[in-house]
């Protein structure tokens, strides 16, 4: 007992060291991001806060500019640049020569950005989710679930585990090389690009310069045009932070512009990460091929959405309707009763962020019914409030629909809630797997193994059981689909590794003792058992049993002491 005792005081001392290391916080400076330009009273008196009145079907489409507007009041916001292909490979350029930099930098380096940032965001979260409504028409509370709560998840995700993942990983050596050691090894590829979509603009842009620049890359992404003015703000909290740190210049760019911009930066990049729809996606994937880059791919989704009878129904309404707006992407909502600015918004309600997207929905609509289905419930929008612009769709749900109707094969991406029926969960697979698309799943049942077991059986890349996307809340988790919804990974460990140029390396266990030999009888000139020993070999280090491998390994030993006293051997010895 006098023997421990001092080994639990030492180990209670460090225990209690570490706890209060744990409650003092780390030195966290402030950054400034000037805001004076893009806050909404700021721009109540501009000459160019006029409503915006785009041209239809494409005419007369200005391609040397992007046009900002919010969707749901078509205030103008301003304009950006459509950067030429040149412009586009100037601006990788520079972050070439920038991560060459920071490729070198510590992980304690990299830490203090992501703190510098999530600093900001907490103090600053009204700020961001804003702008993120202004500019796609969400409410303040989707902003914050969808914008602000994802990307501090991420930011601490990778503060507490990014750089054990990063870390050179030590793997089996084999029977055949016991006298190795192998690892695999993580190193920055060099410049990550990416085009994101619209519907998530804050975390969309931080999600992939994360992973990027805290595994050594440099990041350059191109926001949606739908979504650029949004965008080249939160580009300003990025640089406050890199610069915060002492990062090098030209690190992360973020660039605005059309598919032209989008092709370019695909044929600069080491790596390309695109989230959008199927169809380009294939020409980003033929674009890539071109060079021979990795591509990670987040397409389209038809998520199905699985209510067992045996549910408390009413909790998973609430749920349901959430999600078929949220997963959408059209978010926008009313002040109270009326339908109008989402700044002042407390519902999401059918808001639509892209001129003339109502009239496919609509299409999708009268298809199902034209097929059989009908409309159980619609909402309408007779009261839009004053400040609000006519560029909505009713929330509507069609039940008695099938398969053979394009509303349930087609990406709607608008508040439709096509119900089907089923009979037994082995027809709920088969409905939910008759898909092109392959990203998520959410099961609802009172029997939660079964619930499990039908999750299991659905050709997809992410599930949630007794909820809904809660598994993109935890970013420990890949996040990614399969089919017509894309291939490859971000988020997670799998993501995070994405980034990085993977090597394996194998080094001597006990150099210079212990080194590899080439036996006699299979050098050159192989001697003519040579196959015989090979064959011996094998046996030995790969037999079934230890009985096996044991009487191999004998034969083997007999061999050779064969071989070094054939009369051959012999003579040169004596020589």
């Not at 600069?268 to 169809?279: E, L, N, Q, Y």
């Not at 998973?316 to 707006?325: E, S």
């Not at 898909?435 to 999750?455: D, E, M, P, T, W």
């Not at 291939?487 to 140029?501: H, I, K, S, T």
Request: with cysteine; proline share 5%; aromatic share 10%.
């Amino acid at each position: 007992m006098a023997f421990w005792w001092p080994l639990l005081v030492l180990a209670a001392a460090y225990a209690l060291c570490r706890i209060l290391l744990f409650l003092i916080p780390p030195t966290v400076p402030s950054i400034d991001v000037d805001a004076s330009d893009v806050l909404q009273d700021a721009n109540q008196n501009k000459e160019d806060s006029y409503i915006y009145i785009p041209p239809r079907k494409g005419k007369g489409a200005q391609t040397d500019k992007v046009q900002c507007y919010e969707p749901a009041t078509m205030k103008y916001l301003g304009y950006f640049p459509a950067l030429t292909p040149d412009e586009v490979k100037e601006h990788v350029a520079q972050a070439r020569k920038a991560q060459k930099i920071w490729a070198k930098s510590s992980f304690k380096q990299r830490r203090q950005f992501l703190r510098i940032l999530l600093k900001y965001i907490l103090e600053h979260q009204d700020l961001i989710c804003e702008i993120s409504s202004r500019d796609t028409g969400k409410t303040m509370v989707d902003a914050s679930l969808g914008e602000i709560m994802t990307t501090c998840e991420k930011i601490t995700w990778l503060l507490d585990e990014g750089e054990k993942w990063l870390k050179p990983e030590y793997r089996s050596c084999g029977r055949s090389m016991l006298h190795k050691k192998a690892k695999v090894e993580f190193y920055p590829l060099g410049v990550i690009g990416a085009i994101v979509s619209w519907n998530y603009p804050f975390h969309n842009v931080f999600n992939p310069m994360l992973a990027a620049i805290f595994s050594g890359n440099a990041a350059v992404i191109k926001v949606s045009e739908h979504a650029s003015w949004s965008g080249c703000f939160y580009f300003r909290i990025i640089q406050a932070a890199l610069a915060a740190v002492g990062a090098p210049d030209n690190l992360v760019h973020i660039i605005t512009g059309f598919a032209e911009t989008g092709q370019a930066l695909v044929s600069s990049v080491d790596k390309i990460i695109f989230v959008g729809s199927p169809g380009v996606g294939r020409m980003i994937m033929k674009r890539a091929s071109e060079t021979l880059i990795p591509v990670t791919l987040e397409l389209g989704g038809k998520d199905a959405f699985i209510v067992c009878e045996d549910v408390d129904l009413p909790c998973v309404v609430q749920v349901a309707v959430r999600a078929a707006l949220q997963s959408s992407g059209q978010n926008c909502a009313g002040a109270e009763r009326f339908y109008g600015p989402p700044l002042s918004g407390r519902y999401d309600m059918g808001a639509i962020c892209m001129i003339e997207h109502s009239e496919k929905l609509q299409n999708l609509v009268n298809d199902a019914v034209d097929k059989g289905a009908e409309i159980a419930g619609r909402g309408s929008f007779g009261h839009l409030g004053e400040d609000a612009v006519d560029q909505f769709f009713p929330p509507t749900v069609l039940v008695n629909v099938n398969h053979t109707m394009k509303i349930m094969q087609e990406e709607a991406f608008g508040p439709i809630l096509p119900i089907m029926k089923f009979s037994s969960d082995e027809e709920v697979v088969k409905l939910a797997n008759d898909s092109k698309y392959g990203l998520g799943c959410a099961v609802f049942s009172g029997n939660q193994k079964r619930a499990i077991k039908i999750a299991s059986q659905l050709h997809c890349g992410v599930a949630a059981i007794n909820d809904f996307a809660s598994s993109y809340m935890c970013q420990s988790l890949p996040f990614g689909g399969v089919k017509d919804s894309g291939f490859g990974r971000f988020a997670g460990v799998e993501g995070l590794r994405a980034c990085c140029l993977v090597k394996a390396v194998v080094e001597d266990r006990w150099w210079p003792y212990v080194k590899t030999m080439i036996p006699k009888p299979i050098q050159y000139p192989v001697s003519e058992n040579g196959f015989e020993f090979q064959e011996l070999l094998v046996e030995t280090l790969y037999g079934l049993s230890v009985w096996d491998r044991l009487r191999s390994l004998v034969n083997l030993l007999k061999m050779i002491s064969e071989q070094n006293n054939s009369p051959a051997n012999t003579r040169k010895k004596s020589r």
